[in-house]
């Protein structure tokens, strides 16, 4: 789970605002940060998190003493089929150097390389209405890291109306 849940649905300000309240809470002092934003697919910008929040959020944080902060996703299995297919390789370091991630000051985890276990489950696959089996990772963040969610919940085919 989850140390703070954040979007940015009333500008800017009050994202700092609510994550500095967030953070009152928690002492980040010499703690490492991660921030799991969407690095979906940089050809959508719509479907990935703002580059210039990341930032404001990843200065927050160290302005609240972590000691260093991460950037991490794993995106979805078909953001690599759609890419093979396209003929265009998918690459998280891409991604985060594409989307403009790298002026954020925030190193890149790939939370694949996280992965330690998995357990099954069963999704329904939204273009045919199908239930099928899944595997869902389970990951090994270091214990005293702070986890910033910076995605919301969300149906993929609406991304746009998702405000990461």
Do not use: W
């Not at 998918?90 to 989307?99: C, E, I, N, P, T």
Request: glycine share 8%; proline share 6%; hydrophobic share 40%.
């Amino acid at each position: 789970m989850a140390d703070a849940y954040c979007s940015y649905g009333k500008g800017d300000k009050n994202l700092a605002i609510t994550l500095e309240k967030m953070l009152s809470a928690i002492d980040i002092r010499g703690r490492q940060a991660l921030v799991k934003p969407n690095m979906v697919d940089p050809s959508t910008p719509k479907a990935c998190s703002n580059a210039g929040r990341l930032k404001l959020v990843v200065d927050v944080l160290k302005a609240a003493g972590a000691s260093e902060v991460f950037l991490g996703d794993l995106p979805a299995k078909f953001v690599y089929d759609l890419a093979v297919r396209d003929g265009v390789p998918f690459s998280l370091g891409g991604a985060y150097q594409r989307l403009g991630y790298g002026r954020t000051g925030a190193t890149l985890v790939d939370l694949a390389r996280l992965s330690e276990a998995h357990y099954e489950a069963e999704r329904i696959n939204p273009l045919t209405a199908q239930t099928e089996p899944i595997e869902v990772p389970i990951y090994a963040i270091p214990q005293n890291t702070v986890l910033v969610n910076m995605t919301l919940p969300k149906h993929h085919g609406n991304f746009n109306f998702s405000g990461t």
